[in-house]
């Protein structure tokens, strides 16, 4: 962006008379609390929308005036709708204003933001982690200074700037940083942001009477009426009508009949464009089509377009005429822009575009749109410039830059053999970018030619990630999809076959595509022809066998732990196989192995993922804490990165963990899950669903609303019922059932499991057969089962060992050996507490009681007044981390850092981070003793 752009855009109406300003008290007063908030200390954004002319400009020019006046640096971005496909075209013009900040940024965060700008040629590693680097430059730039960033036209701002400011948007709050973003549509690019809305209405009759009279004293009554009808509010229109009156003699302002405001108000500056000379026009007309381009190109592509020299000479007459600023090419108003557009004939602007694109040689994706919007017709050369944009947007971090440009590509192209390979490309783009309507077009566009195997391969793989936690899929198209992946792979593309593999198991993990659709998946999955020791095959077997294949699988996964990973993506799935295979110690370790090459990547959708499968593992291990730890940083990512199935997934290990240690919150968090998992039958959230509530109402007595709840997991017919997951719940079944007199259908349940332990190792399946054998068994035979049970528990899963000794306690009790029970019911009861699974030791406390003794409620350990974030904050600090380095691994600013520490060190009693150390050894020490 030229300098004359930048200061044009700071000076946009802000010069114009103050009485555009008018009725916008309310307003100003907002802007300015926002500004002042930011030169406090704490940062915050908001978005200015309104219809065109409305006065967002130069309200936003007042508050920014101001700002600079009291010391605020203000940095400003304008969105041009030709440069709406070019990725990170509106964050390069506020880097480029705070690039002697580059070279202080971490080493990982420099690079990919010097790479999504353009200052290098290297791939953007995330899109993520360009976000991080922008916030942290940004962050930086405020400790200088106060900072206000104002985004113009921010409806025009391509997607990947867009998706970089929300990431800033959300994470500013404790830095002296404001951001204020102006656009007419509120679409999902701002709304997915989260950025609250400042809406601006029309201007009072009283007021826009007041602001009428000011420009066009002296009006007859009856066309100030017509005037301040047709207006209709609008500063801008109040403004401009009267000068279209005296200057065309109202023809197009008031043109009778109901047409919109917008086109009326275009039509005000179609009408001055008409009247001047043709090389003025020319050069309007140019610069309406080429953006931020400079004053240069336009001149010499007018020369082109006239076959005569065109001057600066030319610019004067639309100056005169109040189309264009004085200060530069900038026109006054952005309808300006349009009305030329629209005022052109299709062949003129395509005449245009040829024009511009012989003036941008050195400027290849500028010239390739510019080429393409020249054409009228295939074009294969126009086609293959678009595909090697879009090459080139995809190494800067711009999926929907990329989409556009591979849309257009594909309309450009005649061969069907190419066409389809682009339709392809564009719909594995659009579901990349979670546009899944425009996927599921360009693949039906795609399916009308023939397609290669390769391509019915790509094909397959998008429509199966389409219905994806579903359980519509049918289980004969699933497991042909597995066995056409194996055929891609052995052709050459191994990647894309594992790809399409994953897309068929993910059916067997959200739906139920039955028996003999999972048989057939599981033998595609060892017949594909990759490294065994893959972490991508190894997960993909265990995801689709884990029974059948139990051991060996399970033996797989653990040797995982050993080998190093080239490839985060993939080994992030072998904390969630491990899930299936009923492993939950397994299934934290593996998680938590993915997740710092995750971070350091800006991977954050797969980063959602390995938190969820963290949480989870550590839900069911009962570790409160570490499950609370990722499951609040899972959420926020999976709201940011757009997966509301991982969203529903860790609502549901929310009200699991609630569940465990007695929060109230379990009905609630249990609800959550359910509205998003249920209409789509997403099997996994709604079998932890109903865990969740049937562990909640057998920790409050109300067995026989525990067995309820908790049978639905183990009933084939019930949207809820999940083959793998239930092992997990065998235990609890069976109590609520010989609690509830409802013995003989648990006795049923488990004749029906017996088999599938004898083909798999899986902890949870064991570990609740054999505690549920003992909670069926007569007397005689009990305690010697009780002790089998308790034996049988791996050492890494103490809260399953503590539950047993419950169980076992509370029989002892029952058969009149109180000193015995005490033993082991205290046991129970110290794992419980330290665990923070406090409804648990409510449990071990009533029996102990029952037992003729009592255990002191324990005082929450200090860490347990911590939020979540707070917790990750300290045990970070605690490890030597600055706070740089913290925000780095959490993807905020040092500041937010800074102001979690501050908050917790009174609740931890210390005064230094040094002391943090010592804090949180002293509870974990305490859980290892226990367990």
Same mark, same amino acid.
């Given at each position: 962006?030229?300098?004359?752009?930048? !200061?044009?855009?700071?000076?946009?109406?802000?010069?114009?008379?103050?009485?555009? %300003?008018?009725?916008?008290?309310?307003?100003?007063?907002?802007?300015?609390?926002?500004?002042?908030?930011?030169?406090?200390?704490?940062?915050?954004?908001?978005?200015?929308?309104?219809?065109?002319?409305?006065?967002?400009?130069?309200? !936003?020019?007042?508050?920014?005036?101001?700002?600079?006046?009291?010391?605020?640096?203000?940095?400003?971005?304008?969105?041009?709708?030709?440069?709406?496909?070019?990725?990170?075209?509106?964050?390069?013009?506020? *880097?480029?204003?705070?690039?002697?900040?580059?070279?202080?940024?971490?080493? =990982?965060?420099?690079?990919?933001?010097?790479?999504?700008?353009?200052?290098?040629?290297?791939?953007?590693?995330?899109?993520?982690?360009?976000?991080?680097?922008?916030?942290?430059? %940004?962050?930086?730039? &405020?400790?200088?200074?106060?900072?206000?960033? !104002?985004?113009?036209?921010?409806?025009?701002?391509?997607?990947?700037?867009?998706?970089?400011?929300?990431?800033? &948007?959300?994470?500013?709050?404790?830095?002296?940083?404001?951001?204020?973003?102006?656009?007419?549509?509120?679409?999902?690019?701002?709304?997915?942001?989260?950025?609250?809305?400042?809406?601006?209405?029309?201007?009072?009759?009283?007021?826009?009477?007041?602001?009428?009279?000011?420009?066009?004293?002296?009006?007859?009554?009856?066309?100030?009426?017509?005037?301040?009808?047709?207006?209709?509010?609008?500063?801008?229109?109040?403004?401009?009508?009267?000068?279209?009156?005296?200057?065309?003699?109202?023809?197009?302002?008031?043109?009778?009949?109901?047409?919109?405001?917008?086109?009326?108000?275009?039509?005000?500056?179609?009408?001055?464009?008409?009247?001047?000379?043709?090389?003025?026009?020319? !050069?309007?007309?140019?610069?309406?089509?080429?953006?931020?381009?400079?004053?240069?190109?336009?001149?010499? +592509?007018?020369?082109?377009?006239?076959?005569?020299?065109?001057?600066?000479?030319?610019? &004067?007459?639309?100056?005169?005429?109040?189309?264009? @600023?004085?200060? #530069?090419?900038?026109?006054?108003?952005?309808?300006?822009?349009?009305? %030329?557009?629209?005022?052109?004939?299709?062949?003129?602007?395509?005449?245009?575009?040829?024009?511009?694109?012989?003036?941008? @040689?050195? $400027?290849?994706?500028?010239?390739?749109?510019?080429?393409?919007?020249?054409?009228?017709?295939?074009?294969?050369?126009?086609?293959?410039?678009?595909?090697?944009?879009?090459?080139?947007?995809?190494?800067?971090?711009?999926?929907?830059?990329?989409?556009?440009?591979?849309?257009?590509?594909?309309?450009?192209?005649?061969?069907?053999?190419?066409?389809?390979?682009?339709?392809?490309?564009?719909?594995?783009?659009?579901?990349?970018?979670?546009?899944?309507?425009?996927?599921?077009?360009?693949?039906?566009?795609?399916?009308?030619?023939?397609?290669?195997?390769?391509?019915?391969?790509?094909?397959?793989?998008?429509?199966?990630?389409?219905?994806?936690?579903?359980?519509?899929?049918?289980?004969?198209?699933?497991?042909?999809?597995?066995?056409?992946?194996?055929?891609?792979?052995?052709?050459?593309?191994?990647?894309?076959?594992?790809?399409?593999?994953?897309?068929?198991?993910?059916?067997?993990?959200?739906?139920?595509?039955?028996?003999?659709?999972?048989?057939?998946?599981?033998?595609?999955?060892?017949?594909? /022809?990759?490294?065994?020791?893959?972490?991508?095959?190894?997960?993909?077997?265990?995801?689709?066998?884990?029974?059948?294949? #139990?051991?060996?699988?399970?033996?797989?996964?653990?040797?995982?732990?050993?080998?190093?990973?080239?490839?985060?993506?993939?080994?992030?799935?072998?904390?969630?196989?491990?899930?299936?295979?009923?492993?939950?110690?397994?299934?934290?370790?593996?998680?938590?192995?993915?997740?710092?090459?995750?971070?350091?990547?800006?991977?954050?959708?797969?980063?959602?993922?390995?938190?969820?499968?963290?949480?989870?593992?550590?839900?069911?291990?009962?570790?409160?804490?570490?499950?609370?730890?990722?499951?609040?940083?899972? #959420?926020?990512?999976?709201?940011?990165?757009?997966?509301?199935?991982?969203?529903?997934?860790?609502?549901?290990?929310?009200? $699991?963990?609630?569940?465990?240690?007695?929060?109230?919150?379990?009905?609630?968090?249990?609800?959550?899950?359910?509205?998003?998992?249920?209409?789509?039958?997403?099997?996994?959230?709604?079998?932890?669903? $109903?865990?969740?509530?049937?562990?909640?109402?057998?920790?409050?007595?109300?067995?026989?609303?525990?067995?309820?709840?908790?049978?639905?997991?183990?009933?084939?017919?019930? /949207?809820?019922?999940?083959?793998?997951?239930?092992?997990?719940?065998?235990?609890?079944?069976?109590?609520?059932?010989?609690?509830?007199?409802?013995?003989?259908?648990?006795?049923?349940?488990?004749?029906?499991?017996?088999?599938?332990?004898?083909?798999?190792?899986?902890?949870?399946?064991?570990?609740?057969?054999?505690? #549920?054998?003992?909670?069926?068994?007569?007397?005689?035979?009990?305690?010697?089962?009780?002790?089998?049970?308790?034996?049988?528990? =791996?050492?890494?899963? =103490?809260?399953?060992?503590?539950?047993?000794?419950?169980?076992?306690?509370?029989?002892?009790?029952?058969?009149?050996?109180?000193?015995?029970?005490?033993?082991?019911?205290?046991?129970?009861?110290?794992?419980?507490?330290?665990?923070?699974?406090?409804?648990?030791?409510?449990?071990?406390?009533? @029996?102990?009681?029952? +037992?003729?003794?009592?255990?002191?409620?324990?005082?929450?350990?200090?860490?347990?007044?911590?939020?979540?974030?707070?917790?990750?904050?300290? $045990?970070?600090?605690?490890?030597?981390?600055?706070?740089?380095?913290?925000?780095?691994?959490?993807? *905020?600013?040092?500041?937010?850092?800074?102001?979690?520490?501050?908050?917790?060190?009174?609740?931890?009693?210390?005064?230094?981070?040094?002391?943090?150390?010592?804090?949180?050894?002293?509870?974990?020490?305490?859980?290892?003793?226990?367990?």
């Amino acid at each position: 962006m030229s300098r004359a752009r930048q !200061v044009a855009v700071e000076k946009r109406e802000f010069g114009m008379q103050r009485r555009a %300003l008018l009725g916008r008290e309310t307003e100003r007063r907002a802007l300015a609390a926002l500004v002042e908030q930011a030169a406090s200390g704490s940062g915050g954004a908001v978005a200015v929308h309104g219809s065109p002319g409305i006065g967002k400009s130069a309200l !936003v020019a007042e508050a920014a005036a101001r700002a600079a006046e009291r010391g605020t640096r203000v940095i400003t971005a304008v969105g041009v709708q030709s440069e709406e496909h070019v990725p990170c075209a509106g964050l390069h013009q506020l *880097v480029h204003q705070l690039r002697d900040g580059i070279d202080d940024l971490p080493a =990982p965060q420099r690079a990919a933001l010097r790479a999504a700008v353009g200052l290098a040629d290297e791939t953007v590693p995330d899109l993520y982690l360009v976000g991080l680097a922008a916030l942290t430059l %940004l962050s930086d730039a &405020a400790v200088k200074a106060p900072l206000l960033v !104002v985004v113009e036209d921010a409806h025009w701002i391509d997607r990947a700037s867009l998706d970089v400011l929300g990431f800033v &948007a959300r994470r500013i709050e404790s830095d002296p940083l404001a951001l204020v973003a102006v656009t007419r549509f509120l679409d999902d690019r701002l709304t997915g942001a989260g950025l609250p809305v400042l809406h601006l209405d029309p201007l009072t009759d009283e007021v826009s009477g007041e602001l009428l009279d000011s420009v066009a004293p002296g009006l007859g009554q009856q066309v100030r009426r017509r005037l301040l009808a047709e207006a209709a509010g609008n500063p801008l229109a109040l403004t401009e009508l009267p000068v279209a009156l005296r200057a065309v003699g109202g023809a197009y302002a008031l043109t009778p009949g109901p047409l919109p405001l917008t086109e009326r108000l275009e039509r005000t500056f179609t009408a001055r464009v008409s009247r001047l000379p043709a090389d003025t026009r020319a !050069v309007l007309l140019l610069a309406a089509l080429n953006g931020d381009g400079t004053m240069d190109e336009c001149l010499a +592509a007018a020369g082109r377009m006239l076959g005569t020299a065109v001057d600066t000479a030319a610019l &004067a007459p639309a100056v005169d005429a109040g189309l264009l @600023e004085p200060w #530069g090419m900038v026109f006054r108003h952005p309808l300006v822009r349009s009305a %030329l557009h629209h005022a052109a004939t299709a062949a003129e602007r395509q005449a245009a575009h040829a024009a511009l694109t012989s003036q941008l @040689e050195g $400027q290849p994706d500028r010239r390739a749109w510019h080429r393409a919007a020249a054409t009228a017709g295939p074009d294969e050369h126009a086609a293959r410039d678009l595909v090697l944009t879009a090459d080139r947007a995809l190494r800067r971090g711009g999926v929907a830059a990329a989409l556009a440009a591979l849309r257009r590509a594909a309309e450009l192209t005649a061969d069907p053999s190419a066409r389809a390979d682009r339709l392809l490309r564009a719909a594995e783009l659009a579901l990349e970018s979670g546009q899944c309507e425009a996927a599921a077009h360009l693949l039906g566009q795609a399916r009308s030619h023939d397609l290669s195997v390769r391509n019915r391969g790509r094909a397959a793989w998008v429509d199966i990630v389409l219905v994806e936690g579903s359980a519509q899929g049918e289980g004969t198209a699933t497991a042909e999809l597995a066995e056409l992946a194996v055929e891609v792979a052995a052709s050459g593309e191994p990647a894309l076959g594992l790809r399409m593999l994953w897309g068929a198991v993910l059916h067997c993990f959200w739906g139920e595509p039955g028996p003999a659709a999972r048989r057939r998946i599981a033998v595609a999955a060892e017949r594909m /022809p990759v490294d065994a020791d893959n972490a991508g095959v190894v997960a993909l077997r265990a995801y689709c066998a884990p029974v059948e294949r #139990g051991r060996a699988a399970l033996e797989s996964l653990a040797a995982q732990l050993d080998r190093w990973s080239e490839d985060a993506d993939w080994d992030q799935l072998l904390g969630s196989a491990a899930v299936m295979m009923g492993a939950p110690a397994l299934a934290s370790r593996l998680a938590t192995r993915s997740l710092d090459a995750l971070r350091a990547r800006g991977r954050l959708s797969m980063l959602a993922r390995a938190l969820c499968v963290q949480a989870g593992g550590a839900a069911r291990l009962a570790d409160v804490r570490a499950a609370q730890l990722a499951a609040e940083e899972a #959420g926020e990512l999976a709201r940011e990165t757009g997966q509301p199935l991982v969203h529903a997934m860790v609502h549901a290990i929310r009200a $699991q963990v609630a569940a465990v240690c007695g929060d109230p919150r379990a009905q609630e968090w249990a609800a959550e899950a359910e509205r998003t998992a249920l209409p789509g039958g997403a099997r996994p959230a709604l079998a932890i669903v $109903q865990m969740a509530r049937g562990q909640e109402a057998l920790c409050q007595g109300r067995y026989g609303d525990a067995f309820g709840h908790l049978l639905r997991v183990f009933e084939p017919a019930d /949207p809820a019922f999940h083959p793998w997951l239930r092992f997990y719940g065998v235990a609890e079944l069976v109590e609520a059932a010989v609690r509830s007199e409802s013995a003989e259908a648990a006795r049923d349940v488990l004749r029906e499991l017996a088999p599938l332990a004898e083909q798999t190792p899986s902890p949870a399946l064991l570990c609740g057969l054999r505690l #549920g054998r003992a909670l069926l068994s007569p007397p005689d035979t009990a305690e010697q089962l009780y002790r089998e049970a308790l034996g049988a528990v =791996p050492v890494d899963w =103490p809260f399953e060992r503590a539950r047993v000794h419950l169980a076992l306690g509370a029989w002892l009790r029952r058969h009149r050996r109180p000193a015995e029970s005490r033993v082991v019911l205290q046991a129970a009861c110290e794992v419980f507490d330290a665990l923070g699974a406090s409804a648990w030791s409510q449990r071990a406390r009533q @029996e102990l009681r029952a +037992a003729g003794t009592s255990s002191p409620r324990q005082d929450p350990v200090a860490v347990d007044r911590l939020t979540s974030t707070e917790l990750h904050v300290a $045990q970070l600090a605690a490890q030597g981390l600055t706070n740089r380095e913290i925000g780095e691994r959490l993807y *905020v600013s040092p500041r937010t850092v800074s102001t979690h520490l501050q908050r917790m060190f009174p609740k931890l009693g210390v005064t230094s981070r040094g002391e943090l150390g010592a804090v949180l050894r002293s509870t974990t020490t305490y859980v290892e003793d226990v367990g």
